[in-house]
């Protein structure tokens, strides 16, 4: 009793001796850590339309509307996992053996061969992007690193964050958003330290041909710079496409692949992602070994999704990913269709993926300053949102989210194409 009145007293003094407030500053990294989506859809006025129902064709997450699920194998292995209970303690810091293995065997095909020794496991593959552009990009040495525009602004979060400044190479919309090979490498300079690929395209929702990386890894290879591959999408893609994987093309250039189970295995939520340090000529010697320590600092990925990882990538059937590519093709389809003839708006009709891409063409559309302006009053009225490109760093363009069901994804086209009636020409 008499204890905790001495504290109460204490406590007051100190109160009472120190009036003002206690602000701690956050650190540079933290500063300089912004998340461009957030940013700017945080500063629109979205307010729905209460007479209609919102549709969400905004987040790249294929989970929100409970229509597509993980295969019932993929659940099991990690029900499996947990009942064992041996996955419970630390687990190496690149991951566990045989996960590593699991996923060297998942990717070694099409004249890949990947060795478990090359595979490290991530949380998420944001956080393997995170890793390899922290083990190539220096901010204190004034280094830069090349994305793509349209592209996925996390880059530009995580090497900003680190005081590496970035440099868009454009993709074009005409060339089925294929890089332009002349500005991308006019972009490079002795400072550069990656050029970031990501095929299949978030947002283009479109897929490299072999002979276009050829002609990328080419331009990497002559400056001797190395690549980042944002192979996240890969396999998801359309008939009558092909993914190639960067690391199939025996090129000389030493290339970090980044890829993970969050969009083809549905389960962004469980962050668990990879890098294969692709590396022929003995080029990330050092840098293999940095990424180990990187990896030391966080301790490696969720244990439970690694032990579940040789048999996700083993027993998930070959029959869930066909429906669910076959499921993404219809909504691309029917959403192309949907929007085609729209007075105003140019869809591309994706390769792959789950997202397609809208120009806007603002010069029809006066009473609205910007996409944003778009994108707001396309709210207020239709209850529909979409990401503006500005999110995207590509102004005059929307992204659609095809993994939202399918009458859903209609209604959102009609009502999209009332709105641009609406207001076209005006
Ligand atoms: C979704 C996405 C990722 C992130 O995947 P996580 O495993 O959820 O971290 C990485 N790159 C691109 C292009 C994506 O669209």
Redesign the pocket.
């Known amino acids: 009793m008499l204890d905790n009145k001495l504290k109460e007293k204490n406590s007051l003094n100190i109160t009472e001796s120190k009036p003002e407030i206690w602000k701690v500053e956050p650190s540079t990294t933290a500063k300089n850590c912004k998340n461009f989506i957030r940013e700017i859809v945080d500063n629109l006025d979205l307010k729905p339309n209460p007479e209609k129902p919102v549709i969400a064709l905004s987040l790249?997450d294929p989970t929100i509307y409970g229509n597509l699920k993980p295969s019932p194998e993929t659940i099991q292995s990690v029900i499996d996992i947990i009942e064992e209970g041996l996955c419970n303690g630390y687990a190496p810091s690149v991951g566990y053996e045989n996960a590593r293995a699991a996923v060297a065997e998942y990717l070694s095909h099409d004249n890949v061969d990947v060795d478990p020794r090359d595979v490290i496991l991530c949380?998420?593959?944001?956080?393997?992007?995170e890793h390899c552009i922290t083990v190539l990009a220096d901010g204190t040495k004034n280094h830069n690193i090349l994305m793509p525009r349209p592209g996925?602004p996390?880059y530009r979060t995580l090497a900003e964050a680190l005081g590496v400044s970035v440099r868009y190479y454009n993709l074009i919309p005409e060339n089925d958003w294929e890089a332009d090979l002349h500005h991308l490498e006019s972009q490079i300079d002795q400072n550069t330290a990656a050029i970031i690929l990501?095929n299949p395209?978030?947002p283009c929702g479109s897929v490299f041909n072999e002979e276009h990386i050829r002609s990328i890894l080419e331009i990497a290879h002559r400056h001797k710079v190395p690549v980042i591959a944002?192979e996240?999408?890969e396999q998801i893609v359309f008939p009558g496409e092909k993914f190639v994987s960067t690391a199939s093309l025996n090129s000389q250039v030493p290339i970090l692949i980044?890829g993970?189970?969050?969009?083809r295995f549905l389960v962004?939520g469980w962050?668990?992602?990879w890098i294969v340090v692709h590396d022929e000529i003995g080029a990330f010697d050092n840098v293999r070994k940095a990424l180990v320590c990187l990896c030391q600092r966080t301790i490696g990925s969720n244990t439970l999704i690694q032990g579940a990882l040789p048999s996700i990538l083993q027993n998930t059937p070959q029959s869930f990913h066909d429906e669910l590519i076959s499921t993404l093709y219809e909504n691309a389809q029917l959403t192309y269709e949907g929007l085609k003839n729209v007075r105003g708006l140019s869809p591309f009709m994706p390769q792959g993926?789950i997202y397609m891409i809208v120009e806007i063409q603002m010069n029809k559309f006066t009473m609205f300053a910007n996409g944003l302006e778009f994108a707001q009053k396309m709210m207020e009225e239709e209850s529909v949102f979409c990401l503006p490109g500005e999110c995207f760093a590509i102004p005059g363009f929307m992204r659609i989210v095809l993994t939202v069901p399918r009458d859903l994804l209609q209604e959102a086209c009609e009502r999209i194409a009332e709105f641009c009636n609406r207001y076209y020409g005006n």
Do not use: W
């Open positions: 790249g949380s998420g593959c944001s956080s393997s992007l996925f996390i990501n395209s978030n944002d996240i999408y980044c993970g189970l969050a969009k962004p962050r668990v992602g993926t």
